[in-house]
Each structure stands twice: as structure tokens, then as C-alpha cells.
């Protein structure tokens, strides 16, 4: 299999990048910086370029089996600031994308989209994916319209599109820049000695998922023929007060929280129902919470002793 992993320097999709080596599938990269975190392969072709440019995306796309397209150029906390600009660096975009997989009769991509916004608050739980689409946040928004035009343009133009509506992954080589991620971001600051802030009182649920659990449906996703809709998460809740104990047992440290006052735009509470994913791909959640954190925490502590 010769893939395509758009965003394949970031968080996902270098989890991604080296599970797809692993199973011996020839791999191409484009994204627009290079990898933090790890040197370059020289086995992988990576492209820089631009989303937007239509042009390096058709090139990028010459002689590719399957698209995985993991970029997003905004998040949930900050993409009501800009829709617009939410709108057009990712819904745009991402339509300029299927343009140009029809041209070159390219029909098969995995498309990472959230579970954790795209439902918006849910009326019941585990949320499966049947549940009716409210999103309260651009991020959200703007998912929901690139899933509708995947679909679109497989009723016309035989496109075979697979939609992960991924949770809230998390694990090493993620960043920890305060807007996205809250275990890494509380993992970074109790290294550097802050203290955690939590928006509300604590009790906001999500589900997460490991890094190495995500991945692993997205390669076995591009690997079938299947299309559709899958949650891909661990299928359980967590609340960010319960995420702050685990660290403390880890760590063993006592963690300082700043209460601040709640935002409307987070959803309050939500777990995926991932049978779907499960029946479809024979995939099952492996890691706990616990030993992800743990794995999380290993590896900050140990790229925090090489700075």
C-alpha cells in the first residue's frame, strides 16, 4: 500500500508514520513544518508545503493508494475566534483535496474527525455514532461539513471514505502549548513546576484514547475497503479531576489546580460507543488510562532531561 499521510510530522500522524513501516506499506509525508520530535526516515518521501496550495497537494498525491488526511489548522478552544478562518484553512482545503483525488481517480482516504465536538452536548451515553450532529464550536462545525462533502462525493464521484471521529488522543511527542490536550498540557506544567488550571469545577468527562490505539484503527481502517463512520476512543469517561488523581499516583506528586470559571463552549460530559469500530475492523482499545499516562509521563520527563 502506498499512503499518504497528510499532517504526517505531527502528534498522529508520526504514530502513524512509523506503524505504517512497520506493516512494510511504502509511505509519503506532507506537511508544512518538519518533526519535533524525531529525525527524518529516509525511507518515508516527505513534502513541506502548504495546505491550501492546491498544486503541491495534486503532486503530493501522484501514485498514492490511500490518503490519510490527519491536518487541522485550528482547535476546539480557539477556532470560534476566526471561523472564517477555520472554514477556509480546513474546510477549503480539504475540498481542494477531493477535487484533486477525483482528477487522479484516487478514491480511498481516512478522514480524522472528533467525537469529542461534533456530537455537542449529547443526550445519552456512550454517544454512538447514530447520535444526532449539534456542534457548539466552529472546530466542530467545520468537522461535521468536511464529513458531509466525504459523502457527498461518494454518491458522485465513488469516493471510499472512512471517518474516524477520533476522541481525545494523547501520549508522547504530543505538544503542550495550553490549547489542546489536557493531559499533556497538565503533564508539562507539574515538570516545570506550575500549577494546573482547570475551566470549571473539574467534572467535565471525556474520553481518551491512547496514541498507539488510534493509530492502530487508522491503519487497519486504510487497510480495508470499509467506509462509513467509526468513534474511535476508549470507551469510557474520565473527568479532569479523576485525570489529575492518576497523575498524582504516577508522579507521585501533590498537583496545585486553579479553579477557573467554566466556558460555554466545552461540552460537559461525553464517552464514544466504539462497537462499531470494534465489529468492523476486529480493533480493540488496549491501553488504560493509567498506563498511558504513565508511558506519557516517561517520555516527558525524559525529553525535559536532554533540553
Given at each position: 500500500m502506498r499512503a499518504l499521510v497528510l499532517g504526517g510530522n505531527g502528534f498522529i500522524g508520526s504514530h502513524l508514520v512509523d506503524l505504517l513501516l512497520?506493516?512494510?506499506?511504502?509511505?509519503?509525508?506532507?506537511?508544512?513544518?518538519?518533526?519535533?520530535?524525531?529525525?527524518?526516515?529516509?525511507?518515508?518521501?516527505?513534502?513541506?508545503?502548504?495546505?491550501?496550495?492546491?498544486?503541491?497537494?495534486?503532486?503530493?498525491?501522484?501514485?498514492?493508494?490511500?490518503?490519510?488526511?490527519?491536518?487541522?489548522?485550528?482547535?476546539?478552544?480557539?477556532?470560534?475566534?476566526?471561523?472564517?478562518?477555520?472554514?477556509?484553512?480546513?474546510?477549503v482545503g480539504t475540498v481542494q483535496l477531493l477535487q484533486q483525488m477525483v482528477k487522479l481517480g484516487l478514491k480511498r482516504i481516512v478522514y480524522l474527525s472528533s467525537g469529542g465536538t461534533v456530537y455537542?452536548?449529547?443526550?445519552?451515553?456512550?454517544?454512538?455514532?447514530?447520535?444526532?450532529?449539534?456542534?457548539?464550536?466552529?472546530?466542530?462545525?467545520?468537522?461535521?461539513?468536511?464529513?458531509?462533502?466525504?459523502?457527498?462525493?461518494?454518491q458522485l464521484h465513488g469516493l471510499l471514505p472512512t471517518v474516524l471521529r477520533a476522541s481525545n488522543p494523547f501520549g508522547p511527542r504530543q505538544g503542550h502549548i495550553g490549547v489542546q490536550g489536557v493531559i499533556p498540557t497538565f503533564l508539562a506544567r507539574l515538570v516545570q513546576g506550575d500549577r494546573l488550571q482547570i475551566w470549571g469545577d473539574g467534572s467535565v468527562v471525556r474520553d481518551y484514547i491512547y496514541i498507539a490505539d488510534l493509530v492502530d484503527l487508522a491503519m487497519l481502517a486504510g487497510e480495508s475497503s470499509a467506509t462509513g463512520v467509526f468513534n474511535a476512543g476508549s470507551g469510557s469517561g474520565c473527568s479532569l479531576n479523576e485525570i489529575v488523581r492518576v497523575i498524582e499516583r504516577i508522579s507521585g506528586r501533590t498537583v496545585p489546580v486553579d479553579y477557573l470559571p467554566g466556558r460555554a463552549f466545552d461540552v460537559r460530559e461525553i464517552t464514544l460507543d466504539v462497537r462499531s469500530a470494534k465489529a468492523a475492523f476486529g480493533w480493540q482499545p488496549r491501553t488504560s488510562i493509567d498506563e498511558g499516562i504513565r508511558r506519557h509521563w516517561d517520555w516527558l520527563q525524559t525529553i525535559s532531561a536532554h533540553q
Open positions: 512497520q506493516r512494510g506499506h511504502r509511505v509519503r509525508v506532507f506537511d508544512r513544518s518538519p518533526n519535533r520530535y524525531q529525525a527524518p526516515y529516509p525511507e518515508v518521501d516527505y513534502r513541506l508545503g502548504q495546505f491550501g496550495d492546491s498544486a503541491e497537494i495534486a503532486e503530493a498525491l501522484q501514485d498514492i493508494d490511500v490518503v490519510f488526511h490527519l491536518i487541522s489548522t485550528s482547535v476546539p478552544s480557539t477556532s470560534n475566534l476566526d471561523p472564517v478562518a477555520d472554514i477556509n484553512g480546513n474546510l455537542g452536548n449529547p443526550t445519552l451515553e456512550p454517544v454512538p455514532e447514530t447520535h444526532p450532529l449539534h456542534p457548539i464550536c466552529s472546530y466542530g462545525v467545520v468537522k461535521v461539513a468536511i464529513e458531509n462533502y466525504l459523502f457527498m462525493f461518494q
